[in-house]
């Protein structure tokens, strides 16, 4: 039983590609034995990879999901940002020039929208909740940007370590809602052609939100939201600590 | 040669990630402001391009389409990295600003659509691109 836990540690990313592997068959066979297609396997694989994630967490104590446990630490590796960005940029191979000049200008004005919308959101619900600091209504609202901008414009403008990492929590939620409520909305919003892809991208912001919820919708969108997604948590990191704090501060 | 593709990947990556870094620390952000992005548009432009060809065309493409492949996989595994536990943690306010923030986005996403939709758009129905 050592002998074989040591060679799986040791290969532990070779181990995250087997394990991956299965999940994803047994995603897509119950994708199409129990819903006849109708919902994704990959959306099952990013859901059951989500819960994974929940279990990892809660019985580690760590904050890298199933990856800090020993056995499955390869897929910290495999699922991180390296690999991740990697990937991304490889499925943008093929597409046409046109597409992304067809959606340019609203691409663009998206991903401003979507940063102060979703902060103004986040900034109304802090103030129902009784924050009345400047500094902790902006951070919070920050994460609603992305759980990098949440941080990033807290510490920038002094705000308390609870509320970063309120901000935090909110950016993940908000990242995990997309996963999942993207295939299921898609319909419903329009999100069937490249252009829509990139406006979605835009306002949405969160690379790992859009990564899989347009994974899970069709994977023939992804380059055109990720492309978008990208600029979207450097256009939050500028707004936040600047301007959008500078607002918030004429009020509170 | 397979190895090829996947050196213009990297290199498209590396590049990218490079722009998107300085672009941050001009504008004195703590981010990578679009390198991610701006490798996407290096490698759309060297797959478009005649000049490329060796490194984008057969066994080199194979290189790149196979990483396009295990885009999916990659997603999977970085969805089970995620920090979940936190996120429910995070109580009833983290809860509705994420959710909040998402519904009110999603509603954007076909009013913004039309915007992008200007006399250009009549030729609509023939995308579905790779």
């Known amino acids: 039983m050592e002998l074989i836990e040591t060679v799986f540690v040791r290969n532990n990313v070779i181990v995250a590609f087997a394990v991956i592997g299965v999940t994803i068959w047994v995603s897509y066979f119950f994708a199409d034995k129990l819903t006849h297609g109708r919902i994704h396997g990959s959306a099952i694989a990013i859901a059951l990879g989500l819960l994974a994630a929940y279990f990892g967490g809660v019985t580690t104590g760590g904050n890298a999901g199933v990856a800090d446990v020993a056995l499955?630490?390869?897929?910290?590796?495999?699922?991180?940002?390296?690999?991740?960005?990697?990937?991304?940029?490889?499925?943008?191979?093929?597409?046409?020039?046109?597409e992304l000049k067809k959606a340019g200008i609203a691409g663009v004005v998206s991903i401003f929208a979507g940063v102060i919308v979703s902060f103004v959101v986040g900034a109304v619900i802090a103030i129902m909740f009784g924050y009345t600091d400047a500094a902790d209504i902006t951070t919070i609202g920050a994460g609603a940007v992305t759980y990098i901008v949440g941080p990033v414009t807290g510490e920038a403008i002094g705000a308390s370590d609870a509320v970063i990492t309120l901000s935090v929590a909110a950016g993940l939620v908000k990242s995990i809602v997309v996963m999942i409520g993207t295939p299921l909305v898609a319909k419903h919003i329009g999100l069937d052609n490249p252009q829509s892809a990139?406006?979605?991208?835009?306002?949405?912001?969160?690379?790992?939100?859009?990564?899989?919820?347009?994974?899970?919708?069709?994977?023939?969108?992804?380059?055109?939201?990720?492309?978008?997604?990208?600029?979207?948590?450097?256009?939050?990191?500028?707004?936040?600590?600047?301007?959008?704090?500078?607002?918030?501060?004429a009020f509170y | 040669m397979m190895v090829y593709g996947v050196a213009l990947l990297s290199g498209c990556l590396l590049l990218g990630m490079v722009i998107g870094e300085a672009l941050g620390v001009a504008l004195r952000v703590d981010a990578n402001v679009g390198g991610v992005g701006i490798a996407m548009l290096f490698l759309v432009f060297a797959s478009n391009s005649e000049k490329f060809k060796t490194l984008t065309e057969g066994a080199a493409g194979g290189g790149i389409t196979f990483w396009s492949a295990m885009y999916i996989p990659i997603v999977v595994a970085m969805a089970a990295r995620q920090n979940v536990a936190a996120a429910v943690d995070g109580g009833v306010l983290a809860l509705l600003a994420g959710v909040a923030a998402v519904a009110v986005s999603f509603a954007l996403v076909p009013i913004l659509s039309k915007m992008g939709k200007g006399p250009a758009s009549a030729d609509q129905e023939e995308q579905g691109a790779a």
Do not use: N
Request: some cysteine.
């Open chain 1, 72 to 98: 499955l630490g390869g897929i910290g590796l495999m699922g991180g940002g390296m690999m991740r960005d990697f990937a991304i940029v490889a499925t943008a191979f093929g597409v046409h020039l046109s």
């Open chain 1, 198 to 249: 990139m406006v979605f991208g835009g306002l949405m912001g969160t690379t790992s939100g859009v990564a899989a919820g347009l994974a899970a919708t069709d994977p023939k969108l992804v380059p055109y939201g990720a492309m978008t997604a990208t600029f979207y948590t450097g256009v939050g990191c500028l707004l936040g600590p600047s301007i959008l704090y500078f607002i918030v501060s």
